[in-house]
């Protein structure tokens, strides 16, 4: 059975940091693309990170380049986010999401969804 377990949300204020992590079990594939999306109140769900754990490829929405590092452990199949200098608009859900696709990930058509983590960005 296919599961992701999403953590490290919290509340943080304007400029601080934190780490999301999402552990991935259940995959016999070693090529997925493992990211994050969210989606804040009365917002449409947006595709903030993802990365490749074949080849190491990323891509980073507009809205978080330059403030995010994504990067993953392959014998774990965990994920880490990391987010700077965080604003308000950050404030969402957080999910993590993993497909065998890259492109199905792009699309915001994942296979497989964790539960949210909630992170909140005060100002």
């Known amino acids: 059975e296919v599961q992701l377990q999403a953590s490290g949300g919290g509340l943080v204020q304007t400029g601080g940091s934190l780490r999301l992590s999402c552990v991935v079990s259940?995959?016999?594939?070693?090529?997925?693309?493992i990211g994050w999306f969210r989606q804040a109140p009365g917002k449409e769900r947006e595709g903030v990170s993802c990365i490749s754990t074949y080849d190491g490829s990323t891509y980073y929405a507009d809205s978080v380049k330059g403030r995010a590092a994504i990067s993953n452990v392959i014998d774990g199949n965990m994920v880490y986010l990391q987010m700077y200098d965080l604003e308000p608009e950050d404030t969402a859900v957080y999910y993590c999401?993993?497909?065998?696709?890259?492109?199905?990930?792009?699309?915001?058509?994942?296979?497989?969804w964790g539960q949210g983590t909630l992170v909140t960005v005060s100002s």
């Open positions: 999401a993993a497909d065998r696709s890259f492109t199905k990930w792009l699309r915001g058509t994942s296979d497989y």
């Open positions: 259940g995959f016999t594939a070693d090529d997925l693309a």
